[in-house]
């Protein structure tokens, strides 16, 4: 069965500082990848996707991530995190079906 | 409209009560999705619309719940004779179908938060 995990259910980093979030997933093939976040008492905001082709992606707000096939990871990381990025974001995944299916999530902290 | 919308965005409701939450998908949008979100868990899938068609209720966790898109725009979850284990955040996504590379990406809205006392 498909299933998406993140090893991290909370992370504090310091403002500045770079930033990774871990995301593994199990799936047979090559899924359709997404990070989320979600801001208290908001839905979730797409930051960005993999679909196919370059395994480095770019989003919004400065973030990326990278697909790597052998390690079955979608790490997302940002350079340098501002206090307005503490959210929990979400790693999720979908194999062509209608059901996506989304991670635990993690917290993120930022301290000044 | 801009974005998905979502009412009531919050509800309280005692044991037993039914209860019915609205989705508003972004307009074109052909599919149309609800998930249950428990406290300090990611979404769970729940159903899927294609315009009117419910083509997906796998996730719906007992027959309490119902949903429906009789239009192909609007839709609405209803629970009925809630119970405290419904408590969490009914979330509603659209996202466009036929056509585009952007099939997958869906776009929420706020979520509807439901307590049961």
């Known amino acids: 069965a498909q299933s998406v995990t993140q090893p991290d259910i909370h992370i504090t980093v310091s403002e500045g500082a770079s930033l990774e979030l871990r995301c593994n997933y199990s799936y047979g093939a090559t899924p359709y990848l997404f990070w989320y976040v979600q801001s208290p008492g908001q839905g979730l905001q797409l930051l960005l996707k993999?679909?196919?082709?370059?395994?480095l992606v770019q989003g919004i707000k400065g973030f990326e991530a990278e697909f790597k096939r052998s390690q079955s990871s979608f790490n997302l990381r940002k350079p340098s995190v501002h206090w307005s990025d503490a959210a929990e974001y979400f790693c999720?995944?979908?194999?062509?079906?209608?059901?996506?299916?989304f991670g635990a999530g993690t917290r993120l902290f930022v301290k000044a | 409209g801009a974005g998905v919308s979502q009412s009531p965005r919050y509800k309280v409701a005692k044991r037993g009560q039914d209860v019915a939450l609205r989705c508003d998908p972004i307009s074109g949008h052909v599919s149309l999705f609800w998930y249950q979100q428990a406290l300090g868990q990611g979404p769970e899938f729940l159903t899927y619309?294609?315009?009117?068609?419910?083509?997906?209720k796998s996730g719906l966790p007992s027959d309490r719940f119902f949903a429906e898109r009789p239009e192909g725009s609007v839709s609405t979850l209803k629970i009925q004779r809630t119970q405290q284990e419904d408590s969490a955040v009914y979330l509603c996504?659209?996202?466009?179908?036929?056509?585009?590379?952007?099939?997958?990406?869906?776009?929420f809205g706020p979520g509807t938060r439901l307590l049961v006392l």
């Open positions: 993999y679909f196919s082709g370059d395994t």
């Open positions: 996504a659209s996202s466009l179908v036929a056509g585009g590379g952007d099939v997958k990406t869906q776009y």
């Open positions: 619309f294609q315009n009117e068609a419910q083509l997906d």
């Open positions: 999720a995944l979908n194999t062509g079906g209608f059901k996506t299916i």
